[in-house]
């Protein structure tokens, strides 16, 4: 196996690091999957058992001047590490003036992703520092646990109000109860709501954006026939607040777009959109 890429552009360098430090911030280990065409950052826990699944997609030709890698052979011309995106964030710390990156997959005593980042000094000569960051090679028998999720039958796509003003909502409900209700219709209104035995709280947004599921969401299910009920039928689901608000300060990202999906009383999945960055978050149900 062998990988090597330079990333020059310094708005990239930047964007780069945006998108670690939000996952950073989502989770403390994932699994990179290194392909000709993608970095795929994976969490794939179990949703049966309240994990949550990320799946977060970064073309290579959006970010990297120069990429060459050889996966584990030319059938399976991939790689799959298991890395802790924090480590990442540490080491890219360096680079906020940086000239170029260059990453390389590398053997020292353990395996690692090597950051050599050549940065800006006063004189002609250079000066490159290097990060070593640690990663557990991922065996081929095990790559079908990091399969892309499926995606189910929606029964309702919304478009999320500002994610700041969110944020600031549930900050404060997070501190009344450990569960929210989440629910929304295909009318444009979504509904975030708590309630304990001494208070009910909720927000109501109105006049939101509906989006087509075939043009916004990856799923061919836009047909089915959940979808052909009455707009103004909320569909909803009780999630961990904790959970969401998490989901919600750590974007870094600024999507143009972020997209909430629910089956109702199964599971809440939101899109982040961007022109170079996807994110897939799937968050489970809390039972009542």
């Known amino acids: ?124 000569h250079s000066r490159t520092v290097v990060h070593d960051v640690p990663v557990s090679v991922i065996p081929r028998r095990l790559w079908e646990d990091y399969e892309e999720p499926g995606l189910p039958h929606f029964d309702v796509s919304i478009a999320m109000p500002q994610m700041k003003l969110l944020k600031n909502m549930i900050d404060k409900m997070k501190n009344l109860s450990n569960h929210m209700v989440l629910s929304a219709n295909q009318n444009g209104e979504m509904k975030l709501s708590v309630e304990t035995d001494m208070a009910a709280v909720s927000t109501h947004f109105r006049d939101l954006i509906n989006p087509s599921t075939l043009d916004q969401v990856p799923s061919s299910h836009d047909s089915s026939p959940e979808r052909l009920k009455d707009p103004n039928e909320f569909s909803k689901a009780r999630i961990d607040i904790r959970k969401f608000a998490q989901f919600l300060s750590g974007q870094l990202v600024n999507p143009t777009k972020v997209i909430c999906n629910i089956v109702h009383n199964k599971v809440v999945h939101f899109l982040l959109l961007n022109e170079d960055v996807s994110l897939q978050y799937f968050m489970p149900v809390v039972a009542s």
């Not at 970064?58 to 990429?67: A, I, N, S």
């Not at 353990?110 to 050599?116: D, H, N, Y």
Request: hydrophobic fraction near 40%; include cysteine; charge should be positive.
């Open 1 to 124: 196996m062998k990988f090597r890429g330079k990333i020059v552009d310094i708005g990239c360098i930047h964007h780069f690091t945006r998108v670690i430090g939000t996952l950073s911030k989502l989770i403390k280990s994932c699994v990179l999957r290194i392909t000709p065409g993608n970095w795929y950052f994976i969490l794939a826990e179990k949703l049966a058992n309240g994990g949550i699944q990320i799946w977060c997609e970064l073309p290579q030709g959006h970010f990297f001047d120069e990429y060459a890698m050889e996966g584990v052979s030319k059938e399976a011309n991939e790689i799959y590490l298991e890395v802790a995106p924090d480590n990442i964030v540490k080491a890219l710390k360096t680079a906020s003036n940086a000239k170029w990156i260059k990453i390389k997959l590398t053997k020292k005593h353990v395996p690692c992703l090597t950051f050599e980042i050549d940065q800006p000094t006063l004189s002609s």
